[in-house]
């Protein structure tokens, strides 16, 4: 297999969540010959993360290629990057595109162009890539095909696409079936017209073989045996094994000078070491230990640096602290300050849509990222490494205008819901000072409504969103802009029950207990003083005893000793305990349980700091 440029491609796979962009690489895979025939292969292959794998979505970009040999018998190589399709992995997409020439904008034949699909669409056209439009799931029984081609032709014009890049080509596929056609009633065949179409309308690398070597880092990792890994687009020259480079930052200041060490390329899944790598490769580097994200790697002659794609700021901070609960390590074996703070840099470090900063206590630290998304998945991966956080209530990055004024970030809402839910869900937005920028019906029953809502407002909303419409309604959120600062809005309304004491929780205290509320834990359950065991049915926070237990006397009452019947507890996910707790609570994670818990443990201190907050 030639190198050269002319039998090369580099191309990015963009689309919305569960559009089928990942199911679609499968296929590619399949029908290349990257597996044999017998070979066993998961599926969506390349969602390797066992996060991905669970919650159906992309999160990490990963590059990876396939070998097509055209009707004239060459042989392309197609480097693909699969590119996470939600609004909080943002920071990945947008480092990638300046690896690829060229784009596949995947969207459901049902759904259409979506937020994201806005988002990174945006990004491709300002970079001049040129997209291939693949309708997918084009067998679904409520298609609809030509509006959808509509939205995407309007949704190019409102991006300011060139008239090169309205001329797009059109594919109708089934990632799941393994077909794309030209023909939109067709329903068999092969993925032969889609490699066709991207050998025949993506660019060769229209890149420099002879000059010096320069290459842009777009992503990073790490591994245990060669150090710092870091992934992008050879820009320039011709890089070898142990050849001498140095790194430039985004001002072409050098930070750093070594040898490559290690040259590998992408083949299929897999990353095979190489000796030498040319203009147009995506590749991965070892050999440099300071070197990140957006730093240009060259020969030691170049002093002008490739510029770096900018990348939108964090807007969402979390606190994350050491577990300090009296059940403090009893289930993880992380738990430490210095534990946690080097397992945050280090994730900083390779993601760079991620900020922490260390406060002065040494004990808790403040990590900023894209939303409550991003950050769940962070605390997630955390606890399954064996981490024990205790992790504050989300809140957003406040701004200042010119003039001087409070600004906060706002995020573009697009809701998609049975026509009956319309108003309840409109009434909600309103609540949380949202302003409704269109309205209009969607097909089947549905309405599509489009938000521009303060971030601020939209913390924990998502569980109510899904009650409100029987699980029926689709919320999509990207980040618009930095607007003017919206003042109060009204948070949650119901306060909480709170464990007086510690003990095991028992049916006789809990039963009166369910007249009171919702119980969030069960019988048997362990407990401690500040810890919160359900929801109160009144605004105001309760103290109660779930340890209680019956008094033993010498008299036995009829129909008085009756079982008691308990409603199973109320548990909840990561993600909707962040997203319910208050400025004074915490999660408390830790590898097999997440609770809830006041800040303050002890009722004086939870006095004396309300007061202190009043006065």
Same mark, same amino acid.
């Given at each position: 297999?030639?190198?050269?440029?002319?039998?090369?491609?580099?191309?990015?796979?963009?689309?919305?969540?569960?559009?089928? $962009?990942?199911?679609?690489?499968?296929?590619?895979?399949?029908?290349?010959?990257?597996?044999?025939?017998?070979?066993?292969?998961?599926?969506?292959?390349?969602?390797?993360?066992?996060?991905?794998?669970?919650?159906?979505?992309?999160?990490?970009?990963?590059?990876?290629?396939?070998?097509?040999?055209?009707?004239? !018998?060459?042989?392309?190589?197609?480097?693909?990057?699969?590119?996470? !399709?939600?609004?909080?992995?943002?920071?990945?997409?947008?480092?990638?595109?300046?690896?690829?020439?060229?784009?596949?904008?995947?969207?459901?034949?049902?759904?259409?162009?979506?937020?994201?699909?806005?988002?990174?669409?945006?990004?491709?056209?300002?970079?001049?890539?040129?997209?291939?439009?693949?309708?997918?799931?084009?067998? #679904?029984? +409520?298609?609809?095909?030509?509006?959808?081609?509509?939205?995407?032709?309007?949704?190019?014009?409102?991006?300011?696409?060139?008239?090169?890049?309205?001329?797009?080509?059109?594919?109708?596929?089934?990632?799941?079936?393994?077909?794309?056609?030209?023909?939109?009633?067709? #329903?068999?065949?092969?993925?032969?017209?889609?490699?066709?179409?991207?050998?025949?309308?993506?660019?060769?690398?229209?890149?420099?073989?002879?000059?010096?070597?320069?290459? /842009?880092?777009?992503? /990073?990792?790490?591994?245990?045996?060669?150090?710092?890994?870091?992934?992008?687009?050879?820009?320039?020259?011709?890089?070898?094994?142990?050849?001498?480079?140095?790194?430039?930052?985004?001002?072409?200041?050098?930070?750093?000078?070594?040898?490559?060490?290690?040259?590998?390329?992408?083949?299929?899944?897999?990353?095979?070491?190489?000796?030498?790598?040319?203009?147009?490769?995506?590749?991965?580097?070892?050999?440099?230990?300071?070197?990140?994200?957006?730093?240009?790697?060259?020969?030691?002659?170049?002093?002008?640096?490739?510029?770096?794609?900018?990348?939108?700021?964090?807007?969402?901070?979390?606190?994350?602290?050491?577990?300090?609960?009296?059940?403090?390590?009893?289930?993880? +074996?992380?738990?430490?300050? #210095?534990?946690?703070?080097?397992?945050?840099?280090?994730?900083?470090?390779?993601?760079?849509?991620?900020?922490?900063?260390?406060?002065?206590?040494?004990?808790?630290?403040?990590?900023?990222?894209?939303?409550?998304?991003?950050?769940?998945?962070?605390?997630?991966?955390?606890?399954?490494?064996?981490?024990?956080?205790?992790?504050?209530?989300? #809140?957003?990055?406040?701004?200042?205008?010119?003039?001087?004024?409070?600004?906060?970030?706002?995020?573009?809402?697009?809701?998609?819901?049975?026509?009956?839910?319309?108003?309840?869900?409109?009434?909600?937005?309103?609540?949380?000072?949202?302003?409704?920028? +269109?309205?209009?019906?969607?097909?089947?029953?549905?309405?599509?409504?489009?938000?521009?809502?303060?971030?601020?407002?939209?913390?924990?909303?998502?569980?109510?969103?899904?009650?409100?419409?029987?699980?029926?309604?689709?919320?999509?959120?990207?980040?618009?802009?930095?607007?003017?600062?919206?003042?109060?809005?009204?948070?949650?309304?119901?306060?909480?029950?709170?464990?007086?004491?510690?003990?095991?929780?028992?049916?006789?205290?809990?039963?009166?207990?369910?007249?009171? *509320?919702?119980?969030?834990?069960?019988?048997?359950?362990?407990?401690?003083?500040?810890?919160?065991? *359900?929801?109160?049915?009144?605004?105001? +926070?309760?103290?109660?005893?779930?340890?209680?237990?019956?008094?033993?006397?010498?008299?036995?009452?009829?129909?008085?000793?009756?079982?008691?019947?308990?409603?199973?507890?109320?548990?909840?996910?990561?993600?909707? =305990?962040?997203?319910?707790?208050?400025?004074?609570?915490?999660?408390?994670?830790?590898?097999?349980?997440?609770?809830?818990?006041?800040?303050?443990?002890?009722?004086?201190?939870?006095?004396?700091?309300?007061?202190? $907050?009043? =006065?």
């Amino acid at each position: 297999m030639s190198s050269r440029p002319n039998a090369l491609r580099n191309v990015a796979i963009i689309a919305h969540v569960d559009h089928g $962009k990942t199911t679609l690489v499968d296929q590619l895979f399949r029908q290349s010959g990257t597996f044999r025939e017998n070979q066993r292969v998961e599926e969506r292959a390349m969602d390797s993360n066992d996060l991905e794998k669970e919650r159906g979505i992309t999160i990490l970009a990963k590059p990876t290629s396939v070998e097509w040999a055209g009707p004239d !018998g060459t042989v392309t190589r197609i480097n693909i990057v699969d590119t996470p !399709g939600h609004a909080d992995f943002g920071g990945e997409v947008e480092r990638i595109l300046s690896m690829v020439d060229g784009v596949v904008l995947l969207v459901d034949s049902s759904e259409g162009a979506m937020p994201q699909t806005k988002f990174v669409t945006g990004k491709a056209l300002a970079l001049g890539l040129r997209p291939i439009v693949v309708v997918n799931k084009v067998d #679904r029984p +409520d298609e609809r095909i030509q509006e959808v081609l509509d939205e995407v032709f309007d949704l190019f014009v409102s991006l300011d696409a060139t008239d090169e890049q309205l001329d797009f080509p059109v594919l109708y596929a089934s990632g799941r079936n393994g077909y794309a056609n030209t023909d939109p009633n067709k #329903r068999e065949g092969t993925l032969t017209p889609l490699f066709e179409t991207i050998v025949n309308h993506v660019p060769p690398p229209a890149l420099d073989v002879d000059a010096p070597f320069t290459f /842009l880092v777009t992503l /990073l990792d790490r591994d245990n045996f060669l150090g710092r890994i870091l992934t992008g687009r050879v820009t320039s020259g011709t890089l070898k094994i142990n050849q001498p480079i140095h790194a430039l930052d985004m001002d072409g200041k050098v930070i750093e000078t070594g040898r490559a060490s290690k040259i590998m390329a992408f083949r299929g899944l897999e990353r095979v070491p190489v000796d030498e790598a040319r203009a147009g490769d995506i590749i991965s580097l070892a050999g440099l230990t300071v070197a990140t994200v957006s730093n240009t790697i060259a020969e030691t002659s170049v002093t002008t640096p490739i510029q770096a794609q900018p990348i939108d700021p964090p807007t969402l901070s979390m606190r994350f602290a050491v577990n300090d609960s009296p059940m403090a390590g009893r289930e993880g +074996d992380k738990v430490t300050s #210095r534990m946690i703070r080097d397992r945050l840099f280090r994730e900083a470090e390779s993601n760079v849509a991620i900020k922490v900063t260390e406060s002065d206590d040494k004990d808790s630290f403040e990590v900023a990222g894209r939303g409550e998304l991003q950050l769940g998945v962070l605390i997630e991966t955390m606890r399954r490494e064996g981490f024990e956080l205790g992790i504050s209530r989300p #809140r957003v990055l406040f701004g200042t205008d010119e003039a001087g004024n409070r600004t906060e970030p706002y995020e573009i809402v697009v809701i998609d819901v049975d026509d009956e839910y319309t108003g309840t869900v409109v009434d909600k937005m309103n609540i949380r000072k949202a302003e409704m920028t +269109d309205m209009r019906p969607s097909g089947g029953g549905k309405t599509r409504i489009t938000f521009s809502a303060p971030s601020r407002g939209l913390i924990g909303y998502h569980g109510e969103f899904l009650s409100d419409t029987r699980g029926t309604g689709i919320m999509n959120r990207l980040f618009e802009k930095y607007g003017p600062h919206k003042g109060t809005i009204e948070g949650r309304k119901n306060g909480v029950l709170i464990s007086n004491g510690a003990g095991e929780a028992n049916a006789y205290a809990l039963g009166p207990l369910e007249a009171r *509320g919702v119980l969030m834990v069960g019988v048997g359950e362990v407990l401690y003083e500040g810890m919160i065991i *359900g929801e109160n049915a009144k605004p105001e +926070d309760l103290e109660v005893n779930p340890m209680k237990s019956k008094a033993l006397t010498n008299f036995r009452a009829s129909g008085k000793d009756d079982t008691v019947r308990l409603t199973p507890p109320w548990k909840m996910t990561l993600e909707q =305990a962040i997203a319910y707790i208050d400025d004074d609570e915490l999660v408390e994670v830790t590898p097999k349980t997440i609770r809830l818990r006041k800040r303050w443990l002890d009722s004086n201190d939870r006095k004396r700091n309300s007061r202190s $907050k009043a =006065a």
